[in-house]
């Protein structure tokens, strides 16, 4: 079968590629970059350059293709013009679905985020949560339209179309830029990292990567046309999940608190730098804010309904850690 791809030189897709390909499947991949393209080193890959903001270019890496799964996305902490972050994942998102409906694919697969839900202030977060807080920054914002956009292609264009969410995804990365927690756990294991974020006491969600892009050939299997499912593993706070790291890497390290405060000057001076000097910032006033709340996710249903995998994070950390020490 021809798949189509967006976001295949990145964490998550490039995990996908590589299970597709195992299934002996054609893909087709949308690349920015053919130098990044030949990292794509897996049977039946064929890259078309292009750019998700471009149609035409997606047109021609579809061309025959009965299933997509649209994955690319800025997900920058900051970028100096915000309308970026509109034109590549709502535009582009756009595209992608439009795309599908004149090449008559049979099923796409749209990559969301848990953070779209908000903070779990009324209990734990399912999937028929309706966000009852303001949006904290322009990802997830613009995360948010791109979701609606996709929804209207369900029900105005009759696009067979299902949307899953990856809550904190960890694990080892194959190429492209690894998540946040990666590279946490990265700092924790080589760089003796020592501080909680906040009080140690934030709950967030912990999905292993490897899952996440089970997850996605799952719903593409199984999933409900205009379902969405969230791509989760396990709640910890931060103080268990470093605990739980520190055994997974045979660590035994005290560990600091950063008072909110703290970090709310250092995110202001991060910002400063890069509005006054183009630094590009670590993390920004909104990304703090969104630290102050709990995350607390139900991935039950796509447990339920898809037979999501959810690896035990004490194995998802203990492959992480010998990961990271290879990588010195």
Same mark, same amino acid.
Request: charged share 25%; glycine share 10%.
């Given at each position: 079968?021809? $798949?189509?791809?967006?976001?295949?030189?990145?964490?998550?897709?490039?995990?996908?590629?590589?299970?597709?390909?195992?299934?002996?499947?054609? $893909?087709?991949?949308?690349?920015?970059?053919? +130098?990044? =393209?030949?990292?794509?080193?897996?049977?039946?890959?064929?890259?078309?350059?292009?750019?998700?903001?471009?149609?035409?270019?997606?047109?021609? =890496?579809?061309?025959?293709?009965?299933?997509?799964?649209?994955?690319?996305?800025?997900?920058?902490?900051?970028?100096?013009?915000?309308?970026?972050?509109?034109?590549? %994942?709502?535009?582009?998102?756009?595209?992608?679905?439009?795309?599908?409906?004149? %090449?008559?694919?049979?099923?796409?697969?749209?990559?969301?985020?848990?953070?779209?839900?908000?903070?779990? $202030?009324?209990?734990?977060?399912?999937?028929?949560?309706?966000?009852?807080?303001? $949006?904290?920054?322009?990802?997830?914002?613009?995360?948010?339209?791109?979701?609606?956009?996709?929804?209207?292609?369900? %029900?105005?264009?009759?696009?067979?179309?299902?949307?899953?969410?990856?809550?904190?995804?960890? &694990?080892?990365?194959?190429?492209?830029?690894?998540?946040?927690?990666?590279?946490?756990?990265?700092?924790?294991?080589?760089?003796?990292?020592?501080?909680?974020?906040?009080?140690?006491?934030?709950?967030?969600?912990?999905?292993?990567?490897?899952?996440?892009?089970?997850?996605?050939?799952?719903?593409?299997?199984?999933?409900?046309? &205009?379902?969405?499912?969230?791509? &989760?593993?396990?709640?910890?706070?931060?103080?268990?999940?470093?605990?739980?790291?520190?055994?997974?890497?045979?660590?035994?390290?005290?560990?600091?608190?950063?008072?909110?405060?703290?970090?709310?000057?250092?995110?202001? +001076?991060?910002?400063?730098?890069?509005?006054?000097?183009?630094?590009?910032?670590?993390?920004?006033?909104?990304?703090?804010?969104?630290?102050?709340?709990?995350?607390?996710?139900?991935? +039950?249903?796509?447990?339920?309904?898809?037979?999501?995998?959810?690896?035990?994070? +004490?194995? &998802?950390?203990?492959?992480?850690?010998?990961?990271?020490?290879?990588?010195?």
């Amino acid at each position: 079968m021809k $798949i189509f791809v967006s976001g295949s030189t990145g964490s998550i897709g490039a995990h996908l590629v590589k299970m597709l390909s195992g299934r002996g499947h054609t $893909i087709h991949v949308l690349v920015r970059s053919m +130098e990044k =393209a030949r990292q794509l080193t897996f049977e039946n890959v064929y890259p078309f350059q292009g750019d998700i903001t471009d149609k035409e270019s997606v047109d021609k =890496a579809m061309k025959g293709c009965e299933q997509a799964y649209h994955v690319a996305a800025i997900a920058e902490v900051w970028a100096k013009d915000t309308g970026i972050f509109y034109d590549i %994942n709502v535009q582009g998102t756009v595209n992608v679905m439009q795309s599908a409906v004149d %090449n008559k694919v049979k099923r796409v697969v749209f990559t969301s985020t848990a953070g779209i839900f908000g903070p779990s $202030i009324n209990g734990v977060i399912t999937e028929k949560k309706i966000r009852d807080i303001d $949006i904290f920054n322009e990802y997830e914002g613009s995360k948010l339209m791109a979701e609606s956009k996709v929804k209207d292609f369900v %029900n105005l264009h009759g696009l067979d179309a299902v949307i899953v969410s990856p809550t904190r995804v960890y &694990g080892p990365f194959l190429f492209g830029e690894p998540s946040s927690i990666t590279l946490m756990i990265d700092k924790f294991v080589n760089d003796s990292w020592r501080f909680y974020p906040g009080d140690g006491k934030g709950v967030g969600n912990y999905v292993y990567i490897e899952d996440v892009a089970m997850g996605h050939i799952l719903a593409m299997e199984k999933g409900k046309r &205009g379902e969405t499912y969230l791509l &989760g593993g396990e709640n910890y706070d931060y103080v268990t999940f470093f605990r739980l790291l520190g055994e997974a890497a045979e660590i035994n390290r005290s560990m600091l608190k950063i008072p909110m405060w703290t970090q709310s000057l250092y995110a202001r +001076e991060q910002l400063f730098m890069a509005v006054c000097f183009g630094n590009k910032p670590q993390v920004t006033p909104g990304w703090i804010i969104k630290g102050k709340y709990n995350y607390e996710l139900s991935p +039950e249903k796509a447990i339920r309904e898809l037979g999501l995998p959810v690896t035990p994070i +004490e194995e &998802g950390l203990k492959r992480s850690v010998e990961w990271v020490r290879g990588r010195k």
